[in-house]
């Protein structure tokens, strides 16, 4: 297995620039997240999918979006990028059974530097 | 809101010692607690999962223990080694809080030879 794949790897966008940053897991996964890691802090959650079809906002969602339209993939949109949005962005997913969930496995992140 | 803490930020311990690394959470409201390691540039990995219930886990020279009563969990490396250099985040996941992970901004370990 693959696990948790990102692309690319570093972008640099210009204000105002959209992208959209990958996410695929090969492990059939329920649920799927996308954090971000700001310079010296912990990770926070920007949206998050329990399933094809549904998504949720997390704690930062605003100047994102998202979509989950096969179990596999998680693509994370930035429509008008910012300044702000520099950041590490890293995609997990996890096969929650029950209430207390299972480990999220973590793919390898994609850096993002906006000008 | 959860507020997770861990101290110290950073640390550098000679090969061999045994260390502890502490992680510290303001709501005992929580499904599980898990400690990853992160290497430069990298994702991150699971080292150890802790439920609710459960009081301690133990992978190989890593021990990591919960106490949510005070709000508080431990990870314990023996006899470490510089392959161990790496940052340790703790997160925990609350009752209240949908799938989100609470992180906090983790501890930069060095291990020298």
């Known amino acids: 297995n693959a696990g948790v794949t990102q692309t690319p790897k570093f972008r640099i966008l210009k204000i105002g620039q959209s992208m959209t940053l990958q996410c695929a897991q090969d492990?059939?996964?329920?649920?799927m997240y996308w954090y971000r890691q700001d310079p010296g802090m912990g990770l926070k959650l920007i949206y998050y999918?329990?399933?094809?079809?549904?998504?949720d906002k997390g704690e930062v969602p605003n100047g994102y979006n998202v979509s989950r339209s096969t179990t596999e993939d998680f693509p994370l949109r930035l429509e008008l990028a910012a300044p702000s949005q520099t950041s590490v962005y890293f995609c997990?997913?996890?096969?929650?059974?029950?209430?207390?969930?299972?480990?999220?496995?973590f793919g390898p992140g994609t850096r993002l530097l906006v000008l | 809101k959860q507020e997770v803490t861990q101290i110290p930020a950073a640390l550098s311990v000679p090969e061999g010692e045994n260390l502890v690394l502490n992680c510290s959470f303001t709501?005992?409201?929580?499904?599980?607690l898990q400690w990853f390691r992160q290497d430069p540039g990298k994702g991150l990995t699971s080292l150890l999962l802790?439920?609710?219930?459960?009081r301690e886990q133990t992978s190989g020279r890593l021990n990591a223990s919960l106490d949510k009563s005070s709000g508080r969990s431990t990870l314990y490396i023996a006899a470490s080694q510089p392959g161990d250099s790496a940052t340790y985040l703790c997160?925990?996941?609350?009752?209240?809080?949908?799938?989100?992970?609470?992180f906090g901004k983790g501890t930069s370990l060095l291990v020298t030879p």
């Open positions: 997990a997913s996890s096969y929650a059974a029950g209430v207390q969930g299972k480990t999220q496995y």
């Open positions: 492990m059939n996964h329920n649920y």
């Open positions: 999918s329990v399933g094809a079809g549904i998504t």
């Open positions: 709501d005992s409201a929580i499904y599980n």
């Open positions: 802790i439920q609710s219930s459960q």
């Open positions: 997160a925990v996941r609350l009752t209240n809080s949908g799938y989100a992970l609470n």
